[in-house]
Each structure stands twice: as C-alpha cells, then as structure tokens.
Antibody
Framework: EVQLVASGGGLVQPGRSLRLSCATSGFTFDDYAMHWVRQAPGKGLEWVSSISWNSGSLVYADSVKGRFTISRDNAKNSLYLQMNSLRAEDTAFYYC????????????WGQGALVTVSS | SYELTQPLSVSVALGQTARITCGGYNIGSKTVHWYQQTPGQAPVLVIYRDNNRPSGIPERFSGSNSGNTATLTISRAQAGDEVDYYCQVWDSSTVVFGGGTKLTVL
C-alpha cells in the first residue's frame, strides 16, 4: 500500500522558516518524481514545486521561487520542502504528491500538513 | 502563464448527468486530469489522460477534451458526488490547476 505521510507543519511567524518532510512507503521512491501542492483554507489547489527522481530537475511556482527549496533523500524514501521568508499567504495545507510519468497525473496524495504563518 | 477556468459551482438533479467544464486556450492539445476532493481530505484522481478511469472509480465518471474545453461528466449523479472537482494540466515543466468546481446534487 502506497503511503505518503507529511510532517513538520505548524504555526510560524512571518519571515521565519519551516521544513516539511514527507515519509513514503509502498513504492520504489527513486523511480518517481515528486511534488508539493498546497491549498489555503477554503481555497483551491496550487502547485508549489517538483523534483525529478535524481534531484537533477527542480521546478518552482513563481509564488515561492527563491524562498522555498525542494529536496529528497532516496536512501530514506523521503521528500522535503524548506520554506524560508514565510508570508501570511503561504498559510495552507501542504500535500506531498507522487506523480505517474513525465507530464503525468498525481496518483497518490499525502494527508496534508498545515502551515500557519501568523504573528 | 497558462490558465484554466472552471465554473465555481454546478448543480444537477439526483440521478441526472452533471458536466463540469475546464476551459483553457487550445486545451485539446494538452492532456487533462481530474481530481475529486471531499472537504477535509486529500484530492483523489478520478480521470487521467482526458478520459481514463483509475481502478475503483465508477464507470459513471468520464472525461472528454477538445478545442478549448475539457469536460468531466458524471452520470446518474449521487448525493456522494456533491464535493469539489479540479482539472489539471501541465504547462511546460509546471503544473496548472483549475480553480475548482463545487458540484451540488439537488
């Protein structure tokens, strides 16, 4: 059974940093690119970032470019999102997501980690 | 940047057919995926590559894509279908989601 378990969310002040982790199991992690997708409370889905299987390709949404860094540790079957210079508008549930194929679809989603940016 | 437009809400009578559209420039040249999201839960894939159903998704769900509009069709709508739906495409190396549609089953 595929599982994606995100952790590291919480309440943080504007301008501070937070690191999300996503522990995965049930599939060959280093065969797949991985993504982060977020959803502000009561709002729609927003794609955040992607990382290729070997970390050779990192892509970011304009809204987080220069502030967020995606990474992975294939030995630990884990995905990460380092979030710096956090803003109130970064408040959201952050989902780690497995993608099927290049330019493909999101076949498995984690449960979401809530990040609240507030003073 | 590429944009996808979905109606905020769609209503359908119980047992009838609902159609949720996803508009984008020449979207027919792209591959569209659809997700269903129950409040408080993670999204679930219901249609991939325009018109394919993952295992476990009822045959009542189907998709089409042509021109400037992709459509998710839900036949014989049930009360449990009354949740949010999102379309998704790739634009170069980035992912684009539609704004989401809330389906109301009357």
């Amino acid at each position: 059974e595929v599982q994606l378990v995100a952790s590291g969310g919480g309440l943080v002040q504007p301008g501070r940093s937070l690191r999300l982790s996503c522990a995965t199991s049930g599939f060959t992690f280093d065969d797949y690119a991985m993504h982060w997708v977020r959803q502000a409370p009561g709002k729609g889905l927003e794609w955040v970032s992607s990382i290729s299987w070997n970390s050779g390709s990192l892509v970011y949404a304009d809204s987080v470019k220069g502030r967020f860094t995606i990474s992975r540790d294939n030995a630990k079957n884990s995905l990460y999102l380092q979030m710096n210079s956090l803003r109130a508008e970064d408040t959201a549930f952050y989902y780690c997501v497995k993608v099927r194929g290049y330019g493909g679809y999101f076949d498995y989603w984690g449960q979401g980690a809530l990040v609240t940016v507030s003073s | 940047s590429y944009e996808l437009t979905q109606p905020l809400s769609v209503s359908v009578a119980l047992g009838q057919t609902a159609r949720i559209t996803c508009g984008g420039y020449n979207i027919g040249s792209k591959t569209v995926h659809w997700y269903q999201q129950t409040p408080g839960q993670a999204p679930v894939l219901v249609i991939y590559r325009d018109n394919n159903r993952p295992s476990g998704i009822p045959e009542r769900f189907s998709g089409s894509n042509s021109g400037n509009t992709a459509t998710l069709t839900i036949s014989r709508a049930q009360a449990g279908d009354e949740v949010d739906y999102y379309c998704q495409v790739w634009d170069s190396s980035t992912v684009v989601f539609g704004g989401g549609t809330k389906l109301t089953v009357l």
